[in-house]
Each structure stands twice: as C-alpha cells, then as structure tokens.
C-alpha cells in the first residue's frame, strides 16, 4: 500500500465550478498535510497546509482533513484555467520527509 | 518569505561530465535540504536529505557516489552528478526546510533545473 494515495484523474472540470481533490494516508501518526500545486515543466509550489481536523479556507481554497479516515481534501472553488496544474497531496508522517502522492491532474475548460 | 533559488536552471553537458546544481535559501536558514528528480510525467522522486554540516542519506537505489550532496552552510547545498549519462537527464528539484517551530519548517521548492545529457 502506498503511503499517500491520490486519484490520478485527469480531473475536468468548467470554469467558475467546484473542483474537488482527494487524498488518503496510511501512516495513522501523521501531523501535518500540505498541497502542492505544480505547472507542466515547473517545480511544486505550496499552497495550503493543514494540520488539525476541519477545514481551512485561503481564498478560493479549501483544505478539509479527517484524521480519523485519514483523509484530507481541496476544494477549488470559482475554479479559473490557470488552476489547470497537477496538485500534490502530501504529508509528514513523523519523521522529517514529505511522503507525495503521485498527483491529481486538473483541467479548467473556458 | 521562503524563496529558494536554484543555479542553473537549465544545463546541457556532454556524457562523461560532471554537472554541479546548487540550491539557496534566500531569506531563512535551512537546516534540512531534500534533492529530488522527476521525469516527465511522473511524480517527484526523492533522491537524498541533508543536514547542515553532516553527510547526506540516500534514499534506496541512489547511487552516492554518482549524486554527490554537499550541504555546507545553512543557505546553501549543492548537488554533483559525476560522469552524467543521458539517462541522468532529467528535472532535479531541491527542497528546503527552516527551523523547526518557524513558518519555514514546510518545504519550498526551488524552480529546478532540468539536465538533458548529450
């Protein structure tokens, strides 16, 4: 079982709707769980992260997390074509590395 | 802020030489610095962590010997890859990790640098 699981889409979705981003972590310990959203041919680049249970809002962005599920989830609301990107779940589960997902690919159509 | 930097962005070499990468903090000190390379649709690969002033860990299947990592300041680490093939080529990413209890204790990326080896 991989340690962060996320569904690899591609995700499409119409301009201005909700796109909805899963991910799922077996490591029961982890503290801290962040996004990552990343351009074709461009590094990752933070966008939220999250370390309590609930949801946390940044502009047209929200984080839920479910430690329980072991589940944390983004919410791109009003969603633009410049969110098309792939969007990196991960999480630190303890020790000091980031575990990645492999990355949910988003698609905004005009 | 937490920018980090990485020199060059883009290098092109011929096989059989080496290619030095370096990755900077510019506004924090980074205590813990991660390298990772991606191919082309794939996701990121972690290849070593380093810390200020000690030797790097490899993660399994790297060859340190091939990718050497040298973290010699708190702004700075360098990544060598020895006698570069062309299935080196790809995008290597750094990662930098302030203070533990600072707002830097996430990781930033720097831009990358995208290696194609002849």
């Known amino acids: 079982q991989k340690e962060v699981e996320q569904n690899s889409g591609p995700l499409s979705v119409p301009e201005g709707a909700i796109a909805s981003l899963n991910c799922t972590y077996s490591d029961r310990g982890s503290q801290s769980f962040f996004w990552y959203r990343q351009y074709s041919g461009k590094s990752p680049e933070l966008i939220m992260f999250i370390y309590s249970n609930g949801d946390k809002e940044d502009g047209r962005f929200t984080a839920q997390l479910n430690k329980a599920s072991q589940y944390v989830s983004l919410l791109i609301r009003d969603s633009q074509p410049s969110d098309s990107a792939t969007y990196l779940c991960a999480v630190k589960p303890g020790d000091y590395k980031l575990s990645f997902g492999a990355g949910t690919t988003v698609t905004v159509r005009a | 802020g937490a920018v980090v930097s990485q020199h060059p962005s883009r290098v092109i070499c011929k096989s059989g030489t080496s290619v030095k990468i370096e990755c900077r903090s510019l506004d924090f000190q980074a205590t813990t610095m991660f390298w990772y390379r991606q191919f082309p649709k794939q996701s990121l690969m972690l290849m070593a962590t380093s810390n200020e002033g000690s030797k790097a860990t490899y993660e399994q299947g790297v060859e340190k010997d091939k990718f050497l990592i040298n973290h010699a300041s708190l702004t700075l680490s360098t990544l060598t890859v020895t006698s570069a093939h062309p299935e080196d080529s790809s995008f290597y990413i750094c990662?930098?990790?302030?203070?533990?209890?600072?707002?830097?204790?996430?990781?930033?990326f720097g831009p990358g640098t995208r290696l194609l080896v002849l």
């Open positions: 990662s930098a990790r302030g203070v533990a209890g600072s707002i830097q204790e996430t990781q930033y």
